[in-house]
């Protein structure tokens, strides 16, 4: 029998990042901005099904974590823009091969999970 994994242990503290970073909404915001800042009204329109709070949660995670950086510029009304950080960046190009592999894959799996659930 294995031993326990307790809260200190490295696969433990590595799951919560994976939990930011490999959420639905994280990925497609980190891919977005990927592209460039984005505004909010930007990202609020570009991912379907989003609702503001869950844009508005994620952004602020994302900010938290240091992956995405939040900048007001002071208009009227004021203008904030999200943008990835030199560390989102490392980030954004394995985002992207995970979306890419996805779509790629997405008949298949669906296909796979057709042929199981008729079992």
């Given at each position: 029998m294995r031993a326990p994994i307790h809260a200190d242990h490295p696969a433990c503290q590595l799951r919560?990042?994976?939990?930011?970073?490999?959420?639905?909404?994280?990925?497609?915001?980190?891919?977005?901005?990927?592209?460039?800042?984005q505004r909010y009204s930007q990202l609020h329109k570009a991912i379907e099904g989003i609702s503001q709070r869950m844009?508005?949660?994620?952004?602020?995670?994302?900010?938290?974590?240091?992956?995405v950086t939040r900048t007001v510029t002071p208009t009227s009304p004021p203008r904030v823009d999200y943008a990835l950080t030199e560390v989102g960046k490392t980030l954004s190009g394995q985002v992207a091969a995970l979306i890419q592999w996805a779509e790629e894959h997405r008949e298949y799996i669906a296909k796979s999970r057709f042929h199981y659930d008729s079992l």
């Open positions: 919560d990042v994976l939990d930011r970073v490999g959420d639905k909404w994280s990925v497609l915001v980190m891919d977005l901005l990927g592209g460039g800042p844009l508005t949660l994620t952004l602020r995670s994302l900010e938290r974590d240091g992956l």
